[in-house]
């Protein structure tokens, strides 16, 4: 269901180099929440480092939409970079196994297989 590498590459770089893959795969990043600082802000303890890339192809998502509007629920992807016990990883869930949970339209496993299939090859171009 989940699909994680890691990396020898620094929080911050791998977070760059994600965002470059993004965009060289033809997705845009629509927002990136910085989990690990939203949480300090909020004087919690944490130690490690989180963000959550929102991630989209606007011809793909339309797709989706179309068949069924309540799949927005399930948009954008979520690609994260994080740190867990001093190692740096980049993860994502699956989106064929998620929207295959959701909905068995074949149209839609299409969509979720191609989406799949550049979401995994950015967490590798950015590992």
Avoid: W
Avoid at 78 to 88: A, F, N, P
């Amino acid at each position: 269901m989940y699909y994680i590498v890691e990396t020898s590459k620094s929080f911050n770089q791998a977070s760059a180099d994600l965002e470059s893959a993004v965009k060289h795969l033809g997705f845009g990043v629509l927002h990136v929440h910085d989990l690990g600082a939203t949480l300090r802000g909020k004087g919690i303890v944490f130690s490690e480092e989180c963000k959550v890339f929102e991630v989209c192809n606007p011809a793909q998502a339309a797709k989706v939409l179309s068949t069924d509007m309540r799949l927005n629920m399930a948009l954008p992807c979520r690609i994260s970079v994080y740190t867990e016990q001093g190692k740096t990883k980049i993860g994502l869930i699956k989106p064929m196994q998620m929207l295959s949970a959701l909905s068995q339209d074949a149209a839609l496993v299409e969509v979720a297989k191609e989406v799949e299939e550049k979401t995994i090859q950015m967490v590798d171009e950015a590992k």
